[in-house]
Structure formats: C-alpha cells, structure tokens
C-alpha cells in the first residue's frame, strides 16, 4: 500500500496530507498538518511577500518538514498556488522553501490548479456521472472546471480569492455594504469569461460544487442546529448542499458582523473568522453570474486531486 505525502504551500496556509492509498480513488490519512500564513493577504496589500513573512513561511514549512519525515512517506509532491504564482518576488520565495522542504516545488499554472482542483473534487463527492462543473475558492484564486468521467473539457483560474481581498481592502473587521459591492464587482469582471464558456453547457451550473475553507466553513454554520438538535457532533460537511438563497443570507449577516460577533457564532472557525464574509461574499456573486442554484460541498480538492494524479501516474 504506497504512502504519499502533498505540500499544498497555498494562499491562506501551508499544509502538509499523507495518506495511504488503497486503490482506485480511495485515500486514508495517515497525517494533516497546516500553518495559517496568510501569503495572499501580503500580496493582496503589497504585491509581494514581505521579508517577516518569508521568515515566517520558513518556519512554518521546517515544522511541517519535520512532521512529514515521521509519516515516511514514499512518494511527495509539492505544489504552490497563487500566492506563490503571483508574488514579484515568487521566485525567490519558493527557492528558500525548496531548501527546507527538500522537494522541487511544482508552481501551478491556473490550468493545471483547477485540474487537479477537479480530480479531487470527482473522487470526493458523487456527482452522477454526468458533466459537472466544479469551483475550488481559495484564499489567493478561485478555478472553475468542467468534466465528466475523468475527462476535462474547461478549466480556468482567476486571481480573486478571500485572503487576496482582505489584503486589498484592508484591515476593517466589518465588510460593510461597500466591501460586499466591491467583492461583488471583482468577482463578475473575472467570470465574464466563464460566463461565455458556460453558455455551451446550459443549466450546468444549476448544481455545482464547491470545495476550499470558504464552502467548509459555511456549511458549518448552515448544520449547527441541525447538529445540535440530534446530538452527532459530527463536523463532516462531505456533499452538504447550500442552497444559494441561504449562501446569500449567511453572507449578509456576516457582512455585517465584526469580529468578535462571528467568533461567537456557533460552529466558527477562528482560523476562517477573519476572511469568510468575504469568501461568502465571493461564493454569492459567482452563483449570481454562473446561474448557480446550489452549491454541493466537497471536502476534497487540490490536495486529494495532486495525490490521486501522482499516484496514478506510477
């Protein structure tokens, strides 16, 4: 049974998965580590990753170095997203990591991000066997993919994502009305093209799926009570589906929340706390320009999709 390991050096964090594989697309964890960066943040702000936040990615990535020599991992791969890809100083950037991670780190072209972005997301969630359109929101990009049965036939990426914008807009708790019509106004411009593409596929986006921290963490918020009320305690949001009327009201509500008060919402993530009215915010204008109804949560992405794809290549 190969062990694989994937560096997922992304936007928002650096995480490391292994994984046991079991044949076809089936995966067991053997460990998940991260550490919250916030790389997209700085770029967002700056266009680049100051020297403090180099450092500290640095760290970060000697402390995931060392967790992943105790899983003893056969096969690894590591990957960087848009953080990475976009930096002035990316270069320079993933030639310090190479050094501490002891892998080429593989810089993913948009393309290539919301391939493997879609193999995991076929692997995670059934989706019928038919063509599917998958969106991957991450905290530096989101991709848009079509496909059926292993097959893409679209895939593309644009530079708006959660932690971006945070970086961009700045350091306000509240989102606001402005910040909602700002994020609004980013995302429709960057899907004017896939709008056109998707013209090819009518009511495709009706159904689609979703996957990344911003859709986990909504659909947590969207099960608490349901949770509560029948005492499983279970965090599982696997193929959880938000109807976009709902996305659209979580996203309001937190729109217009600081801090503290969506900390204390039950089922919140304090690592997601700071970006998610923007993420909601994001996920609600894609479903406004894609024709999305509903919205099928998969936990599985990039980092299950790069497993998969490497696997299958030996």
Known sequence: MP?????????SSFHVLVCDHRGGDELSVVLRRRALLNL????????AIPPERLTAAVSAAKRLRRAADDAGAEVEVALATAALRDAANGADVVARLERVVRQPVRVLDGHEEARLCFVGQQAGVWTGGGRTLGVDL???SFEVAVGCDGSLDYAMSAPVGATRLKGELGPGERLGAEGRRIVRSRTLAALEPVA??????????RRTVVSGGTARALARLATTRTRERDGSGSWDVNQVELPVG???E????????DLGERLALP???????????IG??????????LGVERFVVSVWGLREGALLDVLSRR
């Open 196 to 205: 056109l593409s998707l013209d090819a596929y009518p009511g495709l986006a």
């Open 40 to 47: 997209g943040a700085s770029v967002g702000e700056h266009g």
């Open 138 to 140: 991450g905290g530096g």
């Open 267 to 277: 089922g919140m993530s304090a690592r997601r706390a700071p970006m998610l009215p």
């Open 280 to 289: 909601a915010s994001i996920l609600v204008a894609l479903a406004e320009a």
């Open 246 to 248: 709902q996305v659209e």
């Open 3 to 11: 062990r694989a390991a994937v560096w997922d050096l992304g936007s």
């Open 250 to 257: 979580l996203a309001e509500r937190l729109a217009d929340m």
